[in-house]
């Protein structure tokens, strides 16, 4: 039976981080399947998969198919799970966090005009996923490299951590306002939906 896939902190716990900004964080890579239901987030959902393939459904809304080097951004407030409730054994990144969360300068290099640019990036992009540029890329691998020297008790892990964070996400708002993202579209979902239906297949 697939495991729960585990929140390292609770909503309103600031990630555990100090940081009123970052809600929830976490990743790293999973061996075998795991659980994740319908839920929802009063921020924004940033899922960045390092290697393998997930799928994530929309309630009433379409399935996102991301492959390593994608990344995912949910508005807050949308309904979404694991395909079937399960994410795949894979290697991903993620944090909730929320620009209008009182306080979410605190502990952080960003200032409300920052923030507030940050936030509207984010919502014009609307939910997307798109191949992550390099830059994105490599703060993602700093965030990765963060984590696995994380120990929560030690505050210089911690501030190591909100600013590693800081950077992947003004990275991140940065990469989904550039003229040149390129989203996953539904043909591409089609493409690979239809892939994995007829791997096993010989070819003609």
């Known amino acids: 039976m697939p495991r ?5 902190a609770r909503v309103g716990d600031s990630g555990g981080l100090g940081a009123p900004l970052i809600r929830l964080w976490g990743g790293g890579p999973r061996h075998t399947p795991s659980q994740l239901g319908m839920h929802r987030n009063d921020g924004f959902e940033v899922t960045m ?11 009433n809304g379409p399935v996102f198919d991301l492959a390593g080097g994608d990344v995912c951004v949910m508005l807050p407030g949308v309904l979404h799970r694991g395909e079937n409730d399960i994410i795949a054994p894979s290697h991903l990144l993620w944090a909730v966090f929320d620009p209008r969360f009182p306080g979410a300068t605190g502990n952080t290099p960003f200032t409300e005009a920052d923030l507030r640019s940050m936030d509207r990036r984010l919502r014009a992009a609307g939910n997307i996923v798109f191949r992550a540029p390099e830059a994105l890329v490599r703060a993602a691998h700093v965030w990765e490299a963060a984590r696995d020297t994380f120990r929560r008790d030690e505050e210089a892990d911690r501030t190591m951590m909100r600013s590693t964070l800081g950077l992947f996400l003004w990275t991140l708002a940065e990469a989904v306002a550039a003229p040149g993202v390129v989203r996953k579209s539904e043909e591409t979902r089609r493409a690979v939906t239809f892939i994995d239906a007829h791997l096993p297949e010989p070819i003609g």
């Open 4 to 8: 729960p896939y585990a929140h390292p």
């Open 49 to 59: 998969l390092l290697e393998g393939s997930v799928r994530w459904e929309v309630s």
